[in-house]
Structure formats: structure tokens, C-alpha cells
């Protein structure tokens, strides 16, 4: 029942703008929190941010503060992911996921999208 599907990836120039979105359905909204992950040809799944649901809170890791943000819209029971300034190691493929706590670590999500390519190039 449960899907997640992002969309919105793309080529992007260094220091440019990009917004990825992850639409869910079978999802309660209050039920789970979401987060973003990347992953980079030959390296393993990094956590960029997770939002949670129902307290409205937002974690990121420290390479994307202040050029990345997460939100949230509950109505559509979709998360986003803007990103700001970006740079070449932003290029990876991005998934959303949701879990029943925010954590940085992908084993503590059970559902999780089929990923997007963001690649940022000079």
C-alpha cells in the first residue's frame, strides 16, 4: 500500500537551484517521519535531513546547513528537499524515506523511493 515517489532531479550548474519532491500515498502523515538520502555511484547512502511530522523539526547533515532545506506538505502528504548553492559532490541520487523516528541512519526506514539523479556540473 505504501509508495513513495520522487521526482524533480535533474542537471543542474554549480551554484544553482534545485528542488526535488517526494509524493507519498498509504501513508499517514502523523504515522511517520521522512527523510532525504543520497547516494553516489560506488559509495554508500548518506543522510542529508529528515523532517518530522508531527513536531514540525528539521536535522540536516552538516555538509548541506544552510543551502539545503527540507518541508513538508501535509494536505499532499509530500517532502521536499530545496537545494541552494549547489556543488559538485551534491551529484547523487536522492531518496526519500520514511521511518518511524528521524534518524540519520537508513536502517531505521522501512519505506523507501525508487531515487532521483541530481547532477550539478561547472
Known amino acids: 500500500q505504501v509508495q513513495l515517489v520522487e521526482s524533480g532531479g535533474g542537471l543542474v550548474q554549480a551554484g544553482g537551484s534545485l528542488r526535488v519532491s517526494c509524493a507519498a500515498s498509504?501513508?499517514?502523515?502523523?504515522?511517520?517521519?521522512m527523510a532525504w538520502f543520497r547516494q553516489a555511484p560506488g559509495k554508500g547512502r548518506e543522510f542529508v535531513a529528515a523532517i518530522s511530522w508531527s513536531g514540525g523539526r528539521t536535522y540536516y547533515v552538516d555538509s548541506v546547513k544552510g543551502r539545503f532545506t527540507i518541508s513538508r506538505d501535509n494536505a499532499k502528504i509530500t517532502v521536499y528537499l530545496q537545494m541552494n548553492s549547489l556543488k559538485l559532490e551534491d551529484t547523487a541520487v536522492y531518496y526519500c524515506?520514511?521511518?518511524?523516528?528521524?534518524?540519520?541512519?537508513?536502517?531505521?526506514?522501512?519505506?523507501w523511493g525508487q531515487g532521483t539523479q541530481v547532477t550539478v556540473s561547472s
Open positions: 498509504g501513508l499517514a502523515s502523523s504515522t511517520y517521519d
Open positions: 524515506a520514511a521511518g518511524r523516528t528521524s534518524s540519520s541512519n537508513y536502517r531505521d526506514y522501512r519505506y
